[in-house]
């Protein structure tokens, strides 16, 4: 099964709320996304043709496996419904859809100059990266506040400007802190840079 289909099945069987069909639509049209092609990022974790799409399946798993560890551990915090792990982990990076675009560059292989292919940032909606995500979601289907805030703060302390509010958010909404543990485990140990044992 390739990653699109595993995608969409998981999607139509987990997301079933009003609009949550267009922004499937959305997705798979080759004419408004590259959501299905597009990396998840330039040089770091999923850094290739399709990766955001790996990435997001990747997070879905990991947050699958997460939750039921902190839910034995912490009663009644981290008890969510199918959709809504399925919602924050499959569509946490929609900021990145039409965000990289592929240009090339000289690099000297074997002592011989050939153009290499090599992914930049053309951001169309300087919108922020969490928060980019919920507003484009928003545009579709109505999140939950757990919801908007894993979103919104799935990236935990790695942005500056989010540093002052993200305990706080992750405190109120212990669904951001499990989905930015999950995207860690994706992003450094499935995808990452860092060598694998």
């Known amino acids: 099964m390739t990653n699109r289909e595993r995608f969409i099945e998981i999607y139509k069987s987990?997301?079933?709320?009003?609009?949550?069909?267009?922004?499937?639509?959305?997705?798979?049209?080759?004419?408004?996304?590259?959501?299905?092609?597009?990396?998840?990022?330039?040089?770091?974790?999923?850094?290739?043709?399709?990766?955001?799409a790996e990435h997001s399946l990747n997070v879905y798993d990991c947050l699958v496996d997460l939750l039921p560890r902190l839910q034995a551990r912490y009663p009644g915090k981290f008890d969510y419904s199918?959709?809504?792990?399925?919602?924050?982990?499959?569509?946490?990076?929609?900021?990145?859809?039409n965000f990289y675009k592929t240009e090339y560059r000289n690099v000297k292989k074997d002592g011989v100059w050939t153009s290499t292919p090599y992914f930049s940032i053309d951001d169309q909606l300087p919108y922020g990266h969490g928060e980019k995500s919920v507003y484009i979601i928003s545009g579709y289907m109505r999140l939950s506040r757990d919801e908007a805030f894993a979103i919104r703060y799935h990236m935990g302390f790695s942005q500056q400007q989010d540093v002052p509010n993200v305990g706080k958010a992750m405190e109120m909404f212990p669904l951001a802190f499990a989905l930015n543990c999950a995207d860690s485990e994706a992003s450094f140990y499935m995808e990452g840079t860092l060598p694998k044992n």
């Open 14 to 52: 987990r997301i079933t709320r009003e609009g949550s069909q267009k922004l499937l639509e959305y997705l798979c049209s080759e004419k408004s996304s590259d959501f299905f092609t597009a990396p998840a990022s330039t040089r770091f974790h999923g850094a290739y043709e399709g990766g955001l």
């Open 82 to 97: 199918e959709e809504s792990i399925a919602i924050v982990a499959l569509l946490h990076d929609l900021c990145k859809v």
